[in-house]
């Protein structure tokens, strides 16, 4: 009888682990951000890092993942993955999780890389691969960025009708160039756009945060 009933407290013990494993995610958030690194962006890339560990880390809580991710010439690589944390349930090692994290946002948001071209859609699609893994309740990419797309030679970049299903995105800190300034309508068809494609691809929402402070509200109202 004991070698019944073993195996059937055994898989009862599973079962009960699993499904607290998948209530949690129903309560975790999933971050990634993405920094345009060409052109006359590449030099916000100290401002974005600031932004980031104001505005999101302190908003992160145990089981929260962030993944952070560099727009350049040909962003769907994990190399273009610059860092990446799921937040620990013991607080203390959570903090030092993002100690650690922050240091790393520090070096490369004063390091000099710089990209020729600019592949946005691409890193949209790594970050769209990394948050669906995560299986988390909030999914929510921001997009630091010109929105200016200038995709090299033989790159294509088409969205899958549900390539964003679920998630939440917003365009942070779109700085105009100057045809923007000298024709305020080619900013604004480009953004309508992008809100086209990226809620054509399933997004929940697409907003475009010109104040960094907006952050916390924008992430409130996700949840």
């Known amino acids: 009888m004991l070698k019944i009933i073993k195996p059937v407290l055994f898989a009862l013990s599973v079962s009960l682990v699993v499904a607290a494993c998948s209530d949690n995610k129903a309560y975790e958030t999933s971050y990634c951000t993405m920094v345009d690194i060409s052109g006359t962006y590449s030099s916000q890339k100290k401002s974005v890092v600031n932004i980031v560990k104001a505005g999101i880390l302190p908003q992160m809580i145990p089981g929260d993942s962030l993944f952070f991710v560099k727009i350049d010439s040909n962003s769907y690589a994990e190399e273009n993955l610059v860092t990446k944390l799921t937040l620990d349930y013991r607080p203390t090692q959570a903090n030092s999780q993002k100690l650690t994290l922050s240091k790393t946002l520090d070096k490369f948001g004063s390091g000099k890389a ?29 997009i630091f960025s010109d929105m200016k797309e200038e995709l090299p030679n033989g790159v294509k970049r088409n969205f899958a009708d ?36 990226i809620t054509d691809a399933g997004a929940d929402n697409w907003s475009t945060l010109l104040d960094a402070t907006k952050i916390q509200e924008f992430i409130d109202q996700a949840k």
């Open 162 to 197: 549900d390539e964003f299903e679920g998630m939440h995105i917003a365009a942070m800190n779109v700085i105009k160039l100057k045809k923007d300034s000298n024709d305020p309508e080619v900013y604004r068809k480009r953004l309508r756009k992008w809100e086209k494609r």
């Open 114 to 142: 710089r990209s020729r071209l600019t592949d946005i859609s691409g890193a949209m699609m790594l970050c769209s691969d990394y948050l669906k893994k995560t299986q988390s309740g909030t999914q929510i990419m921001f």
